[in-house]
């Protein structure tokens, strides 16, 4: 008999190293994430995928899943710190959507829709960053990073490269390209590199690509984020 | 109706269009008039508003006229809604706020492509301008937020709605989009 989680009262079925996220994705249970993706190693940075494994509180993408856990997740309490690490996000870059090319399918959006985030709760920080258009095809928009890391893992994991790092702590801590120059076009990103692809956000974009889907048809105009996550992952694994 | 909701409106950082998008509830304004009548408001041009129930601040605030428009209305309104992505986080007047204010006026007014007579206007009756647009609820307390440039005639109607009937107002997930 496989071994079980409980993930809010519902039996998870989990096999030896998967984490909790892995198990509960497979068994089609949602849990909030922005900076996990299953093909990349977990990185457990956003803290949007808290929930609490017998009492306290871990990132399901880096915990495994051990026989015997009861998790919660659909909790007031994390619903709403869910809300609050998302409006920190917003607020500590610089978010317009109506401006972004992202707009309709960006995942941090995504979340913030799902979560009903209406507002920003917080103070807005305006901090001044810069917008890389050196490259001939992909530009950095450094105002929309929320240093999820997933272009340093997949420039690495996929691609082979080394082209994104993350550099500086706390409030400096800022998204970096592999070149003497620090300008993306003098290192070796390619537009089909992985790395290129993966951003959850609007800060990594591909030129000359934005708006060619109407208001209305975009990614999460009409479905919430969790469906297209779970609807992913059945992709990723053939079904 | 004896006791009608009284709804202030105005526009501060903000370029009308959520007012524009409001109006686009179309005929469905001639039921709203049956339980609302407006007070301050482009729609009445009515100057400043007196105990009302609803105000409905569209825009950030950019210079002093709006901080104090914005303070009036929290005085008289017993519920105060944040309009659009601008009232809620600045929105594109924001998109100023890296830019030193010296910068934008001599952009505008000295080095301007076709700028005649060339000065940056400072009379006594022009509102002074912040250093930085700021979002709403840094100024005054917010009762409710409804997002989107500009929030959908739905997202009012809604919103309206359900506190003329009583309920709590909740936007449902395909109303809720901040673009």
Request: with cysteine.
């Amino acid at each position: 008999m496989s071994k079980t989680i409980t993930i809010d009262g519902k039996t998870i079925p989990f096999e030896d190293g998967q984490t909790i996220m892995d198990a509960a994705m497979a068994a089609d249970v949602y849990i909030p994430h922005l900076c996990h993706q299953p093909e990349y190693t977990p990185h457990g940075s956003c803290k949007l995928c808290t929930v609490k494994v017998n009492g306290r509180n871990c990132s399901a993408c880096t915990f495994p899943a051990m026989e015997g856990q009861e998790v919660l997740s659909e909790t007031k309490e994390l619903i709403d710190d869910r809300k609050k690490v998302t409006q920190m996000l917003f607020v500590e870059g610089n978010h317009f959507c109506p401006s972004c090319e992202k707009t309709g399918n960006c995942q941090l959006q995504g979340v913030a829709y799902h979560l009903n985030m209406l507002d920003n709760h917080f103070p807005l920080f305006y901090p001044d960053r810069a917008v890389d258009a050196s490259h001939p095809e992909v530009m950095i928009d450094h105002n929309r990073c929320i240093f999820c890391t997933l272009c340093v893992r997949a420039s690495q994991q996929t691609d082979g490269k080394d082209v994104f790092a993350i550099s500086g702590r706390g409030i400096n801590k800022h998204l970096i390209v592999n070149a003497q120059s620090g300008l993306l076009k003098d290192t070796d990103l390619d537009v089909n590199d992985q790395a290129a692809h993966v951003c959850p956000t609007g800060a990594i974009l591909i030129k000359r690509t934005g708006y060619q889907v109407p208001i209305g048809e975009r990614i999460y105009d009409h479905q919430q984020i969790d469906q297209v996550s779970l609807a992913k992952e059945h992709l990723n694994h053939g079904e | 109706m004896a006791n009608k909701i009284r709804v202030a409106t105005t526009s501060l950082a903000g370029c009308f269009g959520c007012h524009m998008s409001f109006l686009d509830i179309d005929e469905r304004m001639l039921q709203l008039v049956e339980h609302v009548e407006f007070d301050r408001s482009p729609i009445t041009d009515i100057e400043h508003c007196t105990n009302c129930d609803i105000g409905l601040i569209e825009g950030g605030v950019c210079n002093s006229e709006n901080v104090h428009v914005l303070r009036e209305f929290r005085n008289n309104c017993k519920i105060l809604v944040a309009v659009g992505a601008c009232a809620i986080n600045g929105g594109l007047p924001a998109m100023r706020n890296h830019i030193p204010l010296e910068e934008c006026l001599n952009e505008a007014y000295i080095d301007g492509i076709g700028v005649e007579n060339a000065q940056i206007p400072s009379d006594i009756e022009l509102p002074l301008l912040l250093d930085k647009v700021r979002p709403i609820h840094e100024v005054v307390k917010i009762d409710y937020y409804l997002p989107g440039c500009p929030p959908s005639a739905d997202v009012f109607w809604k919103f309206l709605t359900d506190l003329i009937d009583g309920r709590e107002p909740s936007l449902p997930y395909e109303l809720v989009h901040y673009d």
